[in-house]
């Protein structure tokens, strides 16, 4: 029986504590970061030009699902630096084990916001590239391709930030696993 006892670990090592709470550290401030430029550079993208004399503009405001996305990404940015804060004040303080499965939770929901942002994104992306010829909504970005060009840099960034959020989900379920 004493073989037993001596194989389970009661707390794990400082050292990997500190590797675990850098990690989770370094992923949300590159996923805010992430986020905070995709919705950056959603916002600023505009562009204007004339067509057969007819002026138009192209901007992100003019698609409910870009504004989505712009907001989804800066929620998730804002939850980020906030649970940055509340992982650190977790990591010192780990009287209750049940707050790990609270920052599971909060990671799930920003991940799963940030995950519907760059759906609605992607949708309404692909239709201004290829257009939709059964409901006749032509492809627009022949000819604003600055603009097409900014929303796919910005789209891609949500998607990183996306995998961020997916990387700290992973490793705050593993944390409240252990934790029970």
Not at 35 to 61: C, E, F, P
Not at 121 to 141: D, E, L, S
Request: hydrophobic share 50%.
């Amino acid at each position: 029986m004493d073989g037993v006892e001596a194989k389970t670990m009661q707390n794990p090592p400082l050292k990997t504590h500190k590797y675990s709470l850098g990690c989770q550290i370094c992923l949300r401030l590159l996923a805010s970061v992430a986020s905070l430029a995709a919705v950056w550079i959603m916002r600023t993208s505009n562009q204007s030009l004339v067509l057969y004399g007819i002026h138009m503009d192209a901007k992100y405001s003019y698609s409910s699902a870009f504004k989505f996305f712009a907001v989804a990404n800066l929620i998730a940015c804002s939850f980020s630096v906030k649970s940055l804060f509340a992982a650190v004040i977790l990591a010192r303080k780990c009287s209750n084990p049940n707050k790990f499965f609270y920052l599971f939770l909060h990671d799930l929901i920003v991940m799963t916001l940030v995950m519907a942002a760059c759906a609605a994104a992607t949708a309404i992306g692909v239709v201004a590239r290829n257009g939709n010829v059964h409901t006749g909504w032509i492809a627009i970005c022949d000819n604003f391709v600055r603009f097409c060009h900014r929303i796919t840099i910005s789209v891609t960034l949500s998607y990183v930030s996306f995998v961020l959020y997916l990387l700290l989900t992973i490793i705050s379920a593993n944390k409240a696993r252990k934790s029970l």
